[in-house]
């Protein structure tokens, strides 16, 4: 088979570049001055037995992050990022993750490495087995495990133009094991430009066979953690592979199979038996140094050449004798991994023609590589200090390699903890959405998304699935309900039906017929609205009743936004934002209109530039609360209040910037759930079950929340809403955080919450 | 008190009008031909026991038709239009409603009128009883029962005005007595307007005591259907009332209450006994004979009048004693209805000055009144010619009075089988509700307009309460799955997660990269549309794949309606529509084309002017069909053909007129629910509970439906709707009709389709 010939048609082209990747990221948890943590794995992140995103690896401080698998560069650092969001502000707000392979200063005796305290024995048992057999300090080294999977379209694409083979899956066993074998060959490349660990730290070796530090990576060399030298297993084929493997548990050179600690892992199937019949269906490159320099381990540069050079290893031949052919590979990574990290490599000349043809390889099939990718590539292999050892090598010569890891690790946190209501990676969705995804995967609930821009999400735990849009749509609520809230008049006569106070009122669909109520509520507080808009647009309210001719451009107003309008009596008091979830009153809100308050020394503009300080406080619906603005509307009723944006406020008193108490004209929301009465939060509740709903945003209008709710005319409900805003309860002005998105996690997947 | 002076009062304008309005009306069903019939209640109404709407009174002939408590008389007439079609409709073909109150032609044998089937054998008990005290014919007169209750905010208001009574339901019932007294004192010229039973028909009586007929109405005489003689209930007050009432039965002179019959009838509470204490609620008028020459028995005109002339004795003073005050009333209608219904009246004076005081009543108080309304019943008055009795007296004289009735019934008949797919009183609502209405009103399931013209509809049966939007949104479907319906990209993600098959495709955000996927489909069938419009727009087919110009139009095509794209595999074969209601397949829908059949001689705009003489077809989806039209769009699509609109077709040959199939664009829709094959019916109804879906249209391409449904490509799923059209089911162009509104109420109320 001519792999080059196929790869050169014209037809295989628009799948080349389809991919699947995976990442698997072990970090130690440290302290803020990078000391290894004494802490167990966060009680936050629930159960670790099964956790698809946050893991432990062999320690307990070693924290393994997991992404789903993604389908190009872009989705696979949006996951990095998100469950790097989650890992970090998880753990105690006095821990943070270490940037480097090479775990921070190890502690004198052995037994302070704690293994990690898992629930299934047999996987403690693994790890004690492990730490006999290898020690415990060389297993605290940390790296990244890059999951790689041609796209299923391009290798069928691939499988049609040949003949010779003419069964798919080993076809598909073929092409991997031969990308392999090459990868084995020239991974040494790989070490040359992202090796990351020239030097140990404290008590890392306590042994004294040691390398002559610094080096380009300690970890990929003879020193790093690998299978004892008897351990050895050809690539020659699957069938041999298996039976090479089999024959070390055998002999007990292997405790087992997934102790076979190879640079490349073949993947397929649960077990590693199933490779024989299923053959592999994806690789797992394992020689990955954790890169300091970058938030996540890794760039999406190193990601992109990774799989151009994969590709590259498909399309390029190799030798003829494959056990000769990876031993030479692993000779030459060796040597090239012991290197001094400033001196160039011995290899130089390989590296060259190697970087030469894959050029030439990337320009024959027109694939599409980012800018400066190659030229980056030859500068380093040209020049060691642009490798990520020589790098972290120069870097560190200015205090120390660990003085560097903490200013690394420190940044990081703090960039995770400086916008705590927002997920890294998917800052696009809605609010709620984010931090509905965050505590999803923070509980190990796996999070798909249906489509971004819709804010839809596929939820999964066991088996079972849960489909989830706007953060709070879900199946626990039946389908008419939510159009009977959308409906103002519909919500209205459900709730008068069953016996609560709603403001009396008419519909009307055209001015002639409104302007006939006129009569009906002239001498009444009053309110004209427009029946289906939801933004307060249109609505005009008379607290004392108006003239004609003031209900008449009301009427007008209102008309401008819908083709039907409510006219309502008006409720006076204090409106209330009650959340129901399954019955149950989970937060009450007040919010009050922008303002500020007066110091006596501070002008008006000042004290809003202050307030605007808050990081609560930002735009487009991106932050819990949005900035007070001084606009034309602020400034007209600074003007009604015998001020301007210059005056300086006495001290104490409360200037208000806005009629209305919209979060989204820079309101203030506070949580008041703990100060309302029981009696007031069971007519809420009840009203949302007259509506039959179990998810729902209900307002009501209360003068006094002292009087007895029974009284007539205690309370008024004015709307309910069957998308409440969440993130306003969750991170409010001011007042308890009430953690929603938790809530409605709690509705869908009540097993997931112990 | 004087009511005058608070009636007078600006504050009670507003309510003057405010009324709730109610109507039981009876009708003996007939042949086309005016026989009494001898068949039973119709079996499609279900089990009359509580039946809301329709009923039998009497005599297993004689339906009642109860319209719900309404509040205006347009809406009362909607009311009596609807119940009046479900009747017509649900009884056989065969049979029609006797439009007059005097029954047609009676049996010679007393026990051919067979008295009503009816479950309770109480209520037969009792009809058995009358049929012995009464006569069996005197029993088979119908009228209508008008029950008339002022609004609650009218009486409210009146009573806040006055402080001689302090308890407000006492003062409601003195309102209410004042009114019946008045009521019962004046009612002769309701009877002279408004009666409508001049002469009787063969076998009414059968005994020598009868009319001189004509008269005005013998129903309202002496002779009518009324208490024996020694019947005697005084109307002074609500004690004195009840306890007469009570006498008479102790005494045996009635059987039960319910056996008085007065023209006025108080009611309140289940039992009168109720009315000591809880007072009068509303009034039953049960004077009203028949109006022939309107299709519901009483116009507009006459209810607008009843409720002036009531609010009108409310104002009116009464005579000082009560007791003498009603018997003069009670005098007087028998004069008057025993009167030759051409010569003018006795009391025509009295008539006069009763109809001044009334004009210049409503012009003191500024009520609206419909324009004509007071001169027309003036110059009744003054010209029996034109009173009811006068007008069916003149019209019967052309032929018989049979003759007429059976002409009008069958007009009334006629219009009610006009378009069978409609419910009168509610044509402006989509088709699919007014079906579904339908069928609740005919099953007795009591239907309330939440909003008219969002299609909410209230459902109620016992104490089970549903809500419907547009006809099949329902709480049967959880709020997540029409979420996923309504966004195509979820739902393919879903179906094919699933294990369906769906066109493979790619989601696009913007022209450049959708640009990009052209060499992934452009040697093959696809398809490009916009991602979430629905109505065909925007749409460009490829079915064998497409230049670069050509994709790089349709992408540009698709944007141009939203802001999302998707291109997708064309899948070849034939588009079915699948309906899918609790994992049952309940029909399957062939779309074809706008075609016509050429016959060798007919042009094509007379085979187009033809095939849309088809009663089904009509405009503006209120028909099942919509008309063919010989627009630019059929023009061009002709000329393609080689025709125009005069070309003749040869016999046999069809010619389509569009490429759509859509059923909107003059399509014809063909069940074939019972020609797929099993298979394909378990793929659909699997599909649709991987989705979830409780209620669904699901559209499957199928190239071969001889096919086994498991082999590779034997169907794709193009997309699924959470609102399937059900009408075009109903009444198919071609095929058996699926009752799926039918379906829907059966999911909903499983109890009521037995």
Chains 1, 2 share one sequence.
């Not at 992050?65 to 469950?83: G, H, M």
């Not at 190890?106 to 004690?128: G, H, M, S, T």
């Not at 080993?170 to 020239?198: C, D, H, M, S």
Request: glycine share 6%; net charge negative.
């Amino acid at each position: 088979m001519n792999i080059q010939e196929i790869l050169k048609k014209k037809e295989i082209h628009p799948y080349l570049l389809n991919v699947r990747y995976g990442m698997e990221k072990e970090s130690q948890r440290v302290t803020l001055t990078g000391d290894l943590v004494t802490s167990d794995y966060p009680k936050t992140l629930g159960n670790r037995t099964h956790h698809p995103y946050i893991q432990t690896d062999f320690a307990e401080t070693q924290m393994e992050l997991i992404t789903p698998v993604t389908e190009s560069i872009q989705e696979l650092f949006r996951w990095l990022a998100a469950i790097h969001d989650v890992a970090y502000r998880s753990m105690s707000e006095e821990e943070m993750l270490w940037p480097l392979s090479m775990p921070p200063a190890l502690p004198e005796k052995d037994e302070e490495i704690v293994i990690a305290k898992l629930d299934n024995f047999e996987d403690v048992l693994y790890r004690r087995y492990l730490a006999i057999t290898y020690g415990r300090r060389k297993q605290m080294v940390s790296g990244i495990h890059f999951n790689f999977e041609f796209g299923d379209s391009l290798i069928r694409q691939l499988f049609q133009q040949q003949t010779e083979e003419t069964d798919y899956l080993q076809f598909k066993t073929e092409i991997y094991l031969k990308v392999t074998r090459n990868y084995l060959r020239y991974r040494w490349l790989i070490t040359y430009l992202y090796g990351a660990t020239p030097i140990s730290e404290t008590r890392y070796f306590m042994e004294e066979k040691q390398p002559a530090e610094p080096v380009r990576s300690i970890r990929n060399s003879e020193y790093g953690y690998k299978n004892h030298e008897d351990v050895r297993v050809t690539y020659a084929s699957m069938p041999e592979y298996v039976a090479d493997i089999d024959k070390m548990v055998e002999e007990g050179k292997l405790s087992e199979e997934k102790e076979f600690y190879s640079p490349v892992r073949l993947r397929g199937g649960k077990k590693m038996a199933d490779l024989a019949t299923a053959g592999i269906r994806y690789i797992e490159l394992r020689n990955i140094d954790l890169n300091p320099f970058e938030q996540f381990g890794i760039s999406e540069t190193q990601v992109e050449f990774l799989h151009l050079f994969l590709l590259f290893l498909l399309w390029k031949e190799e030798g003829a004798q494959p056990d000769e052919w990876v031993a030479e590979g692993d000779q030459k990574d060796n040597l090239v991994a012991l290197e001094h990290p400033l001196s160039e490599t011995v290899l130089v000349e390989e590296g060259r023609t190697l970087l030469a043809e894959m050029s030439a390889f990337v320009e024959e099939l027109s694939i599409s590589v980012s800018e400066n990718l190659f030229s980056d590539i030859v500068a380093a292999l040209e020049d060691p200090k642009q490798t990520l050892a020589g790098k972290l090598y120069l870097a560190s010569q200015k205090s120390s390699q660990a003085t560097l890891a903490v200013e690394q690790g420190k940044k990081y946190y703090e960039t995770a903890w400086e916008k705590p209501y927002q997920l890294a990676g998917f800052r696009g969705m809605e609010l709620s959405t984010q931090i509905l995804m965050f505590d999803a995967i923070q509980r190990g609930i796996q999070v798909t998304l249906l489509d971004e821009s819709d804010q839809f999400l596929k939820l999964k735990a066991g088996k079972k699935i849960e489909y989830v849009k706007n953060a709070n749509m879900t199946s626990k609520d039946s389908y008419v309900v939510p159009l009977i809230m959308a409906n103002k008049t519909v919500t209205k006569k459900v709730l008068d039906q069953a016996g609560f106070r709603v403001p009396a009122g008419k519909e009307y669909d055209d001015e002639a017929t409104a302007l006939t109520g006129y009569s009906e509520f002239a001498d009444k507080g009053f309110v004209v609205k427009p029946k289906s808009t939801n933004y307060g647009l249109g609505i005009s309210i008379f607290k004392d009743g108006a003239t004609f001719e003031n209900y008449q451009e009301a009427v007008a107003i209102a008309f401008s936004e819908d083709t039907s309008i409510l006219v309502e009596e008006f409720l006076p008091g204090t409106e209330y934002r009650f959340v129901i979830f399954d019955g149950e009153t989970k937060a009450i809100m007040l919010r009050v209109p922008a303002n500020v308050k007066g110091d006596g020394k501070k002008m008006v503009a000042e004290l809003v530039a202050e307030k605007n300080q808050d990081p609560l406080r930002g735009t487009h619906h991106r932050s819990p609360l949005e900035l007070i603005q001084l606009g034309s509307i602020e400034k007209l009723m600074l003007k009604e209040q015998g001020y301007t944006i210059d005056s300086i406020p006495e001290k104490d008193t409360i200037i208000y910037l806005r009629e209305n108490s919209n979060v989204s004209t820079g309101g203030d929301s506070i949580d008041v759930t703990d100060e309302i009465p029981e009696d007031y939060k069971k007519i809420a509740a009840d009203a949302v079950a007259a509506i039959g709903a179990k998810i729902c945003g209900i307002d009501l209008i209360i003068p006094d929340t002292s009087r007895p709710a029974e009284d007539p005319g205690a309370y008024g409900i004015i709307e309910a809403n069957f998308n409440p805003a969440m993130h306003m309860h969750i991170y409010p002005y001011q007042g308890q955080s009430r953690r929603l998105t938790m809530d409605v996690l709690a509705l869908l997947f009540p097993e997931m919450m112990d």
